[in-house]
T-cell receptor
Framework: DAGVTQSPTHLIKTRGQQVTLRCSPK?????VSWYQQALGQGPQFIFQ???????QRGNFPDRFSGHQFPNYSSELNVNALLLGDSALYLC???????????FGNGTRLTVT | KNEVEQSPQNLTAQEGEFITINCSYS?????LHWLQQHPGGGIVSLFM???GKKKHGRLIATINIQEKHSSLHITASHPRDSAVYIC?????????????FGTGTLLAVQP
């Protein structure tokens, strides 16, 4: 049983570009959350998807958007990349909002 | 002041020692999570609790809702326990909604 998988594992982009990160939740999970973790910091909540809709959102600008597909997989899109967007992006899934979270290994994004 | 505070920030222990990591929070919560993060990023959920105490192997987590405080204990520590331990709280409805994370405790267990 595969856990949460994220792709790609590493990514280098140039300032101003756009990026799409992908997440496949653990089998049986229908809720996906995205977090940004800057170096040396704790993760910050970006948003959560459930039933293909954004259910909650953290304090991130509209440049950060997402999508959840009918198979519960999810994408995180970031437009007009800034140097400060360089971070580890973590995806977490659960089968409802009261069950334990399972995290992926993250995508490390570097913006140059 | 952060809504979730952990102490200590760094901890070095000798193999076999009993370890305690503390977490204090200043908001109302639905649940509190203890997570383990190894170098390279992967996060593993250790405990999710809203009251009392939970035990898994050598790990014990306790929470005092009235005092807004939780502790993670590791008994008979081992070098493989070396990692960053993160406390996080859920404040908005469900136990896994919109987690607020502490900055973590870096634990190094020396043989």
């Amino acid at each position: 049983d595969a856990g949460v998988t994220q792709s790609p594992t590493h990514l280098i982009k140039t300032r101003g570009q756009q990026v799409t990160l992908r997440c496949s939740p653990k089998s049986g999970h229908d809720t996906v959350s995205w977090y940004q973790q800057a170096l040396g910091q704790g993760p910050q909540f970006i948003f959560q998807y459930y039933e293909e809709e954004e259910r909650q959102r953290g304090n991130f600008p509209d440049r950060f958007s997402g999508h959840q597909f009918p198979n519960y997989s999810s994408e995180l899109n970031v437009n007009a990349l800034l140097l400060g967007d360089s971070a580890l992006y973590l995806c977490a899934s659960s089968w409802d909002h009261n069950s334990p979270l399972h995290f992926g290994n993250g995508t490390r994004l570097t913006v140059t | 002041k952060n809504e979730v505070e952990q102490s200590p920030q760094n901890l070095t222990a000798q193999e076999g020692e009993f370890i305690t990591i503390n977490c204090s929070y200043s908001v109302g919560i639905s649940a509190l999570h203890w997570l383990q993060q190894h170098p390279g990023g992967g996060i593993v959920s250790l405990f999710m609790l809203s009251s009392g105490k939970k035990k898994h192997g050598r790990l014990i987590a306790t929470i005092n809702i009235q005092e807004k405080h939780s502790s993670l204990h590791i008994t008979a520590s081992h070098p493989r326990d070396s990692a960053v331990y993160i406390c996080a709280v859920s404040t908005d409805g469900g136990a896994t909604n919109k987690l607020i994370f502490g900055t973590g405790t870096l634990l190094a267990v020396q043989p």
